[in-house]
C-alpha cells in the first residue's frame, strides 16, 4: 500500500464548478500535512497546510480526519488558472524523518471555459 | 530575493555515466533536500542535510550520494547511471530541519534524460 494515495483523476471541469480532492495515508504518526500544487514542467509549490479543524484559504478549504486517516482539499468557483496537479503530502516528523515529505502521486485538474 | 537555484536545467547522459547536480538554497535555509519525481508520479525523498550533516536518507540505492558545503549549497551525486534514473530532480531548501514548522521552497529542478 502506497504511503499516500490519491484520486487517481483527471478531472475536468467547467468554469465556477466546485470540485473536491480526498487522499489517504497510512502512517498513523504522521503529524503534518499539506496541498502543493505543481504547474506542468513547474516545481511543486505549497498551497496550503492542514490542520485538524480544518482550514480556508479564499476558494480552497482543506480538511483533515485523523481518525480515517483522510485529507481533503476543496475548491470552490473553479479558476482557469487552477489548472494544476495537485499534491496530497504528509510529514511523518518521526525519528530522522522530520525533514521528510511523502507526496500522492497527484490528481490533475483542468478547468475549461 | 533569489529562490532556490539549481543547475543546470536539463542534462542528457548515457547509461553507466554518473552525474552531479548542483542546488543553492535561499539565503538564510540551512536545510537542503533532494526528491526525485518520474513523470506522472508525485516526489520521492532521497536526502535531507541540515548544517552539514545528513539527516535523513529516502529508499533509494547507494549510487545516490550527496553533500552539503559550508555556504549550505548541496550536491547530489549518481553513479552508474540507469534508464530508470531519468526523472526531474528537484532540490528545496527550508530554514529548519522540520518540515512541519518549517516550510520546504522547491528550485525548477533538473531534468536528467539517461539514454
Known amino acids: 500500500r502506497k504511503e499516500v494515495e490519491q484520486d487517481p483523476g483527471p478531472f475536468n471541469v467547467p468554469e465556477g464548478a466546485t470540485v473536491a480532492f480526498n487522499c489517504t495515508y497510512s502512517?498513523?504518526?504522521?503529524?503534518?500535512f499539506f496541498w502543493y500544487r505543481q504547474d506542468c514542467r513547474k516545481e511543486p509549490k505549497l498551497l496550503m497546510s492542514?490542520?485538524?479543524s480544518g482550514n480556508e484559504d479564499g476558494r480552497f478549504t482543506a480538511q483533515l480526519n485523523r481518525a480515517s486517516q483522510y485529507i481533503s482539499l476543496l475548491i470552490r468557483d473553479s479558476k482557469l488558472s487552477d489548472s494544476a496537479t495537485y499534491l496530497c503530502?504528509?510529514?511523518?516528523?518521526?525519528?530522522?524523518?522530520?525533514?521528510?515529505?511523502?507526496f500522492g502521486q497527484g490528481t490533475i485538474l483542468t478547468v475549461h471555459p | 530575493d533569489a529562490g532556490v537555484t539549481q543547475s543546470p536545467t536539463h542534462l542528457i547522459k548515457t547509461r553507466g555515466q554518473h552525474v552531479t547536480l548542483r542546488c543553492s538554497p535561499i539565503?538564510?535555509?540551512?536545510?537542503v533536500s533532494w526528491y526525485q519525481q518520474v513523470l506522472g508520479q508525485g516526489p520521492q525523498f532521497i536526502f535531507q542535510?541540515?548544517?552539514?550533516?545528513?539527516?535523513g536518507r529516502g529508499n533509494f540505492p547507494d549510487r545516490f550520494s550527496a553533500r552539503q558545503f559550508p555556504n549550505y549549497s548541496s550536491e547530489l551525486n549518481v553513479n552508474a547511471l540507469l534508464l530508470g534514473d531519468s526523472a526531474l530532480y528537484l532540490c528545496?531548501?527550508?530554514?529548519?530541519?522540520?518540515?512541519?514548522?518549517?516550510?520546504?521552497?522547491f528550485g525548477n529542478g533538473t531534468r536528467l534524460t539517461v539514454t
Open positions: 503530502v504528509v510529514n511523518h516528523a518521526g525519528g530522522t524523518s522530520y525533514g521528510k515529505l511523502t
Open positions: 539565503s538564510g535555509h540551512k536545510s
Open positions: 492542514v490542520y485538524s
Open positions: 502512517n498513523s504518526a504522521s503529524q503534518s
Open positions: 542535510y541540515y548544517e552539514k550533516e545528513e539527516r
Open positions: 528545496a531548501s527550508s530554514l529548519g530541519d522540520r518540515a512541519n514548522n518549517s516550510p520546504l521552497h
